[in-house]
């Protein structure tokens, strides 16, 4: 295939010089943009058909796998997308195996992760000889030490070399292995196994612990008694001349007494004193993890999206924000776009620190990362 690259004033062109007249493919991706496809115009010269191609703002994907760190969300995305392009050449009427499959004329924005290639039926590159040099391909650039990575790309690779395996049977692996790992499970409490001295030696000190349990609330109640019982030898509740007892005077000391009592009693149970306890450490604990956070959009008119509880996940991003003391950290769900902390672009699963004023990037949107600290933080 002869091809060149120029570059001018307006930006970057892929040439590819044709044979033949016009064709339907002609007329339909020079007069109209198709999904997955490079935009492209068709210029006669001299009688010669040339496809001029737009790839301004694009690299080639050979250039993007060998300078860039991916992952396996990455090589998913680039295959599913890849499917979906030879989907769309079906809808057009149009045989998907001229979908060229090669790293040095497929497309991706590095920003977006979208990749767009070119229709060429005469090149024979869209068929599983191809899609196994593309494999080939990644397995020289990939990292060697992502297991998840590995068999992804040896086990769709090792379906090209068996009999009878269609692009169409390759499409469907990748879309079917298009779902995220599933986060690592958390770790289980083994509890050590049950010493019999020490169950025993437990239960005799409950025994003990019983007792002592009861005795505040035993000893306010007697305490109350005892107060109404001294004020009355002390002849307060008599009247000073006739010597009698002054009834209403006793009825509302004894009624005041058995109700300080009783609130002391009902204060010094064990279930209220635990209750207690367990209030003031969750309002500790509220009080220290309480943080704002905001993302700010960048331009447009949408809305900031402010984080009311931890851990938050924006689903269609595919992302967390969770918090672990007085740290935030996002959490790339393996979204198809891949995040982006102020230009880098976070591991999948890895928790990543945000800090105030960072640029975050999910999908074609940008925020600023606004963070916080309450008044209640001690």
């Known amino acids: 295939m002869e091809h060149q690259f120029l570059q001018d004033g307006t930006g ?34 001299n009688g010669q058909k040339e496809a001029v191609y737009n790839i301004s703002g694009r690299v080639s994907l050979a250039r993007y796998l060998s300078e860039t760190a991916f992952t396996l969300g990455d090589i998913k995305s680039i295959f599913s997308q890849l499917a979906d392009m030879a989907d769309q050449l079906t809808e057009y009427l149009l045989d998907a195996g001229g979908l060229f499959i090669h790293e040095d004329f497929l497309y991706i924005e590095p920003r977006l992760g979208q990749i767009e290639g070119i229709f060429y039926p005469e090149g024979e590159k869209g068929d599983v000889k191809a899609l196994g040099e593309l494999l080939e391909f990644i397995m020289e650039k990939m990292n060697q030490q992502d297991k998840d990575l590995v068999f992804f790309v040896y086990g769709m690779h090792r379906l090209t070399k068996e009999e009878g395996c269609t692009p169409a049977r390759l499409w469907e692996y990748a879309k079917d292995n298009r779902s995220h790992p599933s986060p690592p499970p958390k770790e289980r409490i083994i509890y050590p196994p049950r010493d019999e001295k020490s169950v025993r030696q437990k239960k005799e000190r409950i025994e003990p612990a019983l007792l002592r349990r009861y005795l505040a609330p035993v000893g306010i109640g007697l305490f109350g008694i005892g107060a109404f019982l001294f004020l009355w030898g002390m002849g307060l509740f008599r009247m000073p001349l006739s010597n009698q007892i002054d009834g209403k005077k006793a009825l509302g000391s004894a009624l005041f007494f058995l109700a300080v009592s009783g609130y002391g009693i009902w204060k010094a149970l064990p279930q209220n004193r635990r209750r207690k306890k367990e209030e003031d450490e969750i309002d500790y604990q509220e ?9 700010i959009p960048c331009q447009g008119k949408e809305e900031p999206i402010p984080v009311t509880c931890f851990p938050f996940r924006l689903r269609r991003a595919h ?8 740290d935030i950290f996002a959490v790339d769900e393996e979204s198809a776009n891949g995040t982006y902390r102020n230009n880098e672009r976070l591991a999948p699963w890895q928790k990543t620190r945000l800090r105030d004023g960072d640029l975050l990037r999910l999908a074609e949107k940008e925020y600023v990362v606004e963070i916080t600290q309450s008044e209640y933080v001690i």
């Open 287 to 295: 009080e220290a993890e309480e943080k704002t956070v905001c993302l």
């Open 12 to 45: 970057n062109y892929l040439k590819i010089k044709g044979v033949g007249k016009e064709t339907l493919s002609d007329r339909i991706f020079s007069f109209q943009e198709v999904k997955g496809f490079l935009p492209m115009e068709i210029h006669w010269i």
């Open 319 to 326: 992302l967390q924000i969770l918090q672990e003391g007085e």
